[in-house]
C-alpha cells in the first residue's frame, strides 16, 4: 500500500520556476518533468531527417515552418518541448510559442514512451493540435494521428510509405521510407 500526497500538497511550479531550472524538462500542471537521459543517436537520426523533409516540403510556404524543439508554454503551469513541430504562424524571434501547432512530432524513448502516448496525446488533442505524429525508433514504425472533432483519428501508420500533412495553405508530404536509415 503505497502513500499518495494530496494535490494540495503538491509541487505546483510556474513558467517563472521552470525559466531558471538547468538541463532540459517539461512542466505539466505544476509538475515538473525531467527530459533526461539525452535522446539516442537513433532518436535523432529519425528528429533530423523529419525536419529536413518538413523544411524542404515547406520552402515554398511563407506561412509555415517546421522546427527543431522548443518551449510551447501553454499556460503558466504547462510548458512542452516537442520532439519538432511545424507551427503555421510566426515564432522564429520568439522564446518560446503560445499557440498550438499545426503538427506536432514525438520520437518515442524509453524515458518518455508513457507520457508521450498518454499524457502530452491528451495535451496535444486538447489544444487541437491537427496532427500528432509519432515516431516508434524500436519498432520502426510511425503513426500519424489526425484531429476529428475532440477526438483522434488514425491517419497513417506502418514502417513506409508517404504522408501528405494538409497545413492551412500548405502541403507537406513525408516519405516514411527514408526516415529509418
Known amino acids: 500500500m503505497g502513500f499518495a500526497l494530496p494535490k494540495d500538497y503538491s509541487p505546483n ?65 504547462t510548458v512542452l518541448q516537442p520532439d519538432l513541430f511545424v507551427a503555421c504562424f510566426p515564432f522564429i524571434d520568439s522564446k518560446f510559442i503560445d499557440r498550438a501547432p499545426a503538427l506536432v512530432v514525438e520520437v518515442l524513448s524509453p524515458s518518455t514512451r508513457t507520457k508521450d502516448l498518454t499524457v502530452k496525446r491528451a495535451i496535444y488533442l486538447d489544444q487541437k493540435v491537427k496532427y500528432y505524429l509519432i515516431m516508434d525508433p524500436d519498432t520502426e514504425e510511425y503513426l500519424v494521428l489526425e484531429l476529428n472533432g475532440n477526438e483522434y483519428i488514425e491517419a497513417a501508420k506502418g514502417h513506409d510509405g508517404k504522408f501528405s500533412f494538409q497545413l492551412e495553405d500548405c502541403v507537406a508530404d513525408v516519405d516514411f521510407s527514408t526516415v529509418w536509415k
Open 13 to 77: 511550479y510556474t513558467y517563472s520556476d521552470y525559466c531558471q531550472w538547468e538541463g532540459r524538462w517539461e512542466l505539466i500542471d505544476g509538475i515538473p518533468h525531467a527530459m533526461s537521459p539525452q535522446p539516442s543517436g537513433k532518436h535523432q537520426r529519425v528528429c533530423l531527417e523529419l525536419v529536413s523533409q518538413l523544411r524542404d516540403a515547406l520552402s515554398n510556404c511563407n506561412k509555415c515552418e517546421a522546427s527543431l524543439p522548443m518551449d510551447w508554454k501553454i499556460g503558466e503551469n
